[in-house]
Structure formats: C-alpha cells, structure tokens
C-alpha cells in the first residue's frame, strides 16, 4: 500500500521559515514527479512546488517563487518544501503528491499525481 506521510508543519511566524518532510513508503517515485499542493479554508487546492522524476524540472508557483524551494531525498524516498519569508497568506493545509506519470517537467495540475498524503497544517499568523 503506498502512503504519503508529511510532517513539519505547524505554527510559524511571519518572516520565518519551515520545512515539510513528505515519506513515501509501498513503492519508489524515483521516476516521477512529485509535488506539494495547498488548500486555505474556502478555497481551491493550488499547486506550490514540485520536480520531475529526474529533479531535473523543479517550478514554484509565482506565489512562493523566491521564497518556496522544493526539493527530494532520492535514497530516503522523500520530499522537502523548505519555507521561508513565511507570510500570512501561506496558512493552509500542505499536501504531498507523488505522480505515476514520467513527466520531463513538473506537471502543476493535481490530476496528474495519483497519490496524496493526508497533509498537515501550516498557520502564520498575522
């Protein structure tokens, strides 16, 4: 059975940074891309940041551009989104998702990952 377990999150203060760790486990995403998503109460999942299989394509969503650093442990067969300049307006739940698909660049769409972690909670207040 494969699982996305994140952990890291929590309360973070504005202008400060965190970083989420995201394990997989029930199989490898050596080759695929995988992502972190965000969900803020009352609105859509967005895409944040995300590699392809090979790391070679990474991309953060303009939101967090400069700020948002994706990032992934292939031997542990984990993720990182290492957050700084935190700001108000990043509180949310942050997923982890991890794509089937050998994409060559980061696909930003949530239908392209086939698997999510449960996420955890990121709040910065203001």
């Known amino acids: 059975q494969v699982k996305l377990v994140e952990s890291g999150g929590g309360l973070g203060q504005a202008g400060g940074s965190l970083r989420l760790s995201c394990a997989a486990s029930?199989?490898?995403?050596?080759?695929?891309?995988m992502g972190w998503f965000r969900q803020a109460p009352g609105q859509e999942r967005e895409f944040v940041a995300g590699?392809?299989?090979?790391?070679?394509?990474?991309y953060s969503a303009d939101s967090v551009k400069g700020r948002f650093t994706a990032s992934r442990d292939y031997a542990k067969n984990t993720v990182y989104l290492q957050m700084n300049s935190l700001k108000p307006d990043d509180t949310a739940v942050y997923y982890c998702?991890?794509?089937?698909?050998?994409?060559?660049?980061?696909?930003?769409?949530?239908?392209?990952?086939?698997?999510w972690g449960q996420g955890t909670q990121v709040t910065v207040p203001s």
């Open positions: 590699m392809s299989g090979s790391g070679a394509s990474t």
């Open positions: 029930g199989r490898t995403f050596s080759n695929n891309a």
């Open positions: 998702a991890a794509s089937s698909g050998g994409y060559t660049t980061t696909p930003v769409w949530a239908g392209a990952y086939n698997y």
